[in-house]
């Protein structure tokens, strides 16, 4: 049974890879210890881990993230307005139905993740792009806000 579902993640990862080929846009395969099957793909910079979670049977995660440098979590832990920001930036994430990660915490963030759970039933190429773009597209946010921030 095991077996078969391996089998069954990676006909599903070939499908996406190849989608994300047909667009120009290369994957490498990846070891994670939290997935059946994971690749990333590169795109603007920003790269995505699409992998099949141990934890799910059935759905795929697409999730990329931001790590800050010292120097800007020390910014970021100056910062009068912190609360209100990261509350923006959760709630605009919110709102584009994705789950943001704040490690190791809110109070003090080295790096934000953004990610989303497609599951099989609705596995198209148009879903699979246009969750990639929103995770793509956030991720671009969240490196504006703070940069914005960071400027006197």
Do not use: C
Request: no cysteine; net charge neutral; glycine share 4%.
């Amino acid at each position: 049974m095991i077996q078969l579902k391996l089998i069954l993640y990676e006909e599903y990862a070939n499908k996406i890879k190849r989608w994300f080929a047909e667009e120009g846009i290369p994957s490498v395969d990846v070891q994670d210890d939290n997935t059946n099957v994971a690749f990333d793909i590169q795109t603007g910079g920003t790269v995505m881990r699409i992998g099949f979670y141990k934890t799910s049977l059935d759905s795929i995660i697409i999730l990329s993230g931001i790590k800050f440098t010292p120097e800007e979590q020390l910014m970021l832990s100056h910062l009068k307005t912190k609360r209100d920001v990261i509350w923006d930036l959760e709630r605009i994430l919110i709102q584009m139905h994705l789950e943001p990660i704040f490690y190791p915490n809110k109070e003090n963030i080295e790096q934000i993740k953004v990610q989303k759970t497609i599951y099989f039933d609705s596995l198209t190429k148009s879903k699979i792009f246009e969750v990639a773009t929103d995770v793509f597209q956030s991720i671009r946010a969240i490196r504006e806000t703070f940069l914005k921030i960071g400027k006197p």
